[in-house]
């Protein structure tokens, strides 16, 4: 029977090495054929491959969001001052109020065309993360997971089952991560997904009141909840900024303690033997 290679991909700086199959199961794992359920799984080996510039790009991503957001809260507050302002007929004229309504609406308005991309631009690139990062959980632990990287991010995406699978997909990562390289900090995970259905909530409201609203009443109250809204998505950001930075963090430690395991293995293969029989 012909011996099966795979490459492993940075290993004790070297560009690639090559190696048995039956050899590296400690950093791949194959995934074996099941029937289809609520889960189902690929039968694939899994490679790792670097995950720093999703990483990177994607904290990038959250810490501009950070300060954007930041600046969607002001906007907020002043369209709210805005509006009471005009309730309580504050301005000495109407081209003064026009003038200063015009400014706030176009304001408001930049700010949520550019909350809009850099929101999309998150989305997209926390997707490519969390599905590059169960493929190397597999590859570099050799475990069985429940989830397979296109569902850890197609669960997102399933009425009903958004409310809790992505969680649940995310939880394993972390579980997996953390019990390897000996990080503790589960709670994130949890306070993360808290936030995220927070916020899904708030924003859905938020939407839906700014498209009913006519009278300055239901404007106000559209200002405050968009405010709030904001405000729950900056604890979100933060929230994701450490989960995705933790997760990274444990990968590389794992990676790092495997390519310890190989370079020592190497040594030991290329000791050379003594033959004390000769002596």
């Not at 799984?41 to 510039?53: I, R």
């Not at 490519?128 to 169960?134: P, Q, V």
């Not at 700014?210 to 200002?223: I, K, N, P, Q, T």
């Not at 430690?253 to 370079?263: G, K, S």
Request: hydrophobic fraction near 45%.
């Amino acid at each position: 029977m012909e011996s099966e290679f795979v490459e492993v991909e940075g290993v004790g700086g070297i560009e690639s090495n090559e190696v048995s199959a039956e050899q590296s199961t400690d950093v791949l794992r194959t995934e074996n054929n099941v029937s289809a359920g609520d889960d189902p799984k690929v039968g694939v080996v899994h490679e790792f491959k670097d995950n720093t510039f999703r990483t990177r790009f994607l904290q990038v991503l959250l810490a501009f969001g950070l300060i954007l957001w930041g600046v969607a809260i002001y906007a907020g507050v002043v369209e709210y001052k805005l509006i009471q302002d005009v309730k309580n007929e504050n301005f000495e004229s109407r081209e003064q109020m026009e003038t200063a309504a015009n400014r706030s609406d176009q304001f408001v308005g930049i700010v949520a065309i550019v909350q809009s991309v850099v929101g999309i631009l998150t989305i997209i690139f926390f997707m490519m993360w969390i599905y590059r990062s169960n493929k190397n959980t597999s590859a570099l632990t050799g475990e069985m997971m429940e989830f397979s990287p296109g569902w850890s991010v197609g669960w997102f995406f399933v009425p009903i089952y958004f409310l809790w699978k992505p969680f649940k997909a995310m939880k394993e990562i972390w579980g997996i991560c953390s019990e390897y390289s000996g990080l503790s900090g589960a709670w994130v995970v949890g306070l993360w997904w808290s936030f995220h259905l927070l916020s899904h909530t708030a924003g859905k409201a938020s939407f839906k009141l700014g498209m009913r609203a006519e009278e300055l009443s239901e404007l106000s109250m559209a200002s405050l909840v968009s405010t709030l809204s904001n405000f729950v998505d900056i604890i979100l950001k933060i929230v994701t900024l450490i989960l995705v930075s933790k997760i990274f963090l444990m990968q590389k430690m794992i990676r790092e303690q495997d390519t310890l395991e190989v370079n020592l293995n190497a040594v030991k293969e290329q000791k050379p033997r003594v033959d004390w029989r000769g002596l």
